[in-house]
């Protein structure tokens, strides 16, 4: 009667933690910096347009990820690849506490994001490998810790900052990133060893047939995860880039009051990581559930920019709320393709596609708030956005699946 259990685990815990410890850091570079922006500006002076850039860093690094991501997978491998995203993403982080000017902060900034942006697309294709048989139960867990490493950085950025200066809050998402980079360094070199034997099991992408990231974009389906995907990212970017600067000037919070708020904002992630799976799996109508994060982020943006001293972190709740999208996409990623091949491409150019939109966020509200010399517009301006998502919610009304919709061969999934 044990069988069954070994069975089940069997060569997959070390797969579960990489896949979990990756999922907790590949948002840490995000919020970290934000909440301290004006303390790293007193040993490096930082201009609007360097903040924009900072701002825009994150979505861009995840785009070209996302493009790359793929190909490295196919090239290396996907336990490899996770490491080389992991270490990427210690080096990073590393690099961006010891930097001493602005040009340093950027690169550190864009290494420990493109480490980020590579797990970020190859997370559904790993879930998919690893477990085909628990494919809600995962990503909704691993959702959760998205969420999670989101938070934490944003609650405790500004406390560290306080008490140990900048470049030590700054250093301790580089050591958590380890983590991340144990398992599969052991998964790694535990498919080296096994290669010959294993060969069609350590690739991403079949050799002999695979779906390149480009022939995704032929799929109704693709696009309307992409749509939503998209204005999803936009929105929670520009929040992490924007809105403790927003809190401060509109709301008149502390940095730390700021900051704790951000983290609320991430945290409302991990309810919403919990249900998508449970949504995604018992809704056949996928397109209600977007629609209603929808009406929530735009009631809390219209809430942020009408009264914002008034009920502040119910605006901040429902702007989260509205994030739901994110998980829920890619939940999607996954059960709306019928192999790991199709995830792993599907994800590629959702994830190239949506995060090259979502660049423009923190940028345009940047140059919106210098227009208007107020907040109101640019919440209005991510307020219109976010209506985009209700096209995603009439084409995915009902289930479908990718490779269908590009006429992929029944030959790939037989491999």
Known sequence: MTTPTRTLWRGRI??????????????TAVAAISPIIGVIENDIPISSLG???LGMLPPIAFAI???????????????????????AMVVGSSVRALSDNY??????????????????????????????????TVTGGYVVLISLGAAIPALFAAPIAEAAGWRVSVAVWAALALTALIPWLLLSLRGSRSKRSISSDVTVVPSVSSIS???????KTAWAITIAFGVSSMGFYSFFAWLPEILIESAK?????????????????IPLGILSPILASRISNIGLVIAGGVFAGALGYLGLAIAPTTATWLWVALAGVGTIL????????????????GSAALSGFVQSVAYTLAAVGPFAVALVRELSGGWFWPLMFLLATSLLALISAVMLRRPSFVEDEIEIPVAVFDE
């Open 14 to 27: 070390l797969a579960l933690a990489g896949i979990l410890f990756v999922a907790l850091n590949v948002r």
């Open 51 to 53: 903040l924009g850039v």
């Open 65 to 87: 990820a996302g493009l790359g991501a793929p190909a490295l997978a196919r090239s290396r491998g996907l336990d490899v690849s996770l490491f080389i995203a992991a270490a």
């Open 103 to 136: 040009v340093l902060l950027v690169l550190g900034s864009f290494i420990a994001l493109a480490g980020m942006g590579v797990g970020n697309v190859l997370l559904p294709p790993a879930v998919k490998k690893y477990f085909p048989d628990r494919l809600g």
């Open 213 to 219: 990231v480009w022939a995704v974009a032929r799929s």
């Open 253 to 269: 919070f502390t940095p730390v009051e700021a900051g704790a708020t951000l983290s609320l904002f991430g945290l409302i992630g």
């Open 326 to 341: 994110f998980p829920l996409c890619l939940v999607l990623i996954n059960l709306r393709t019928r192999s790991h091949e």
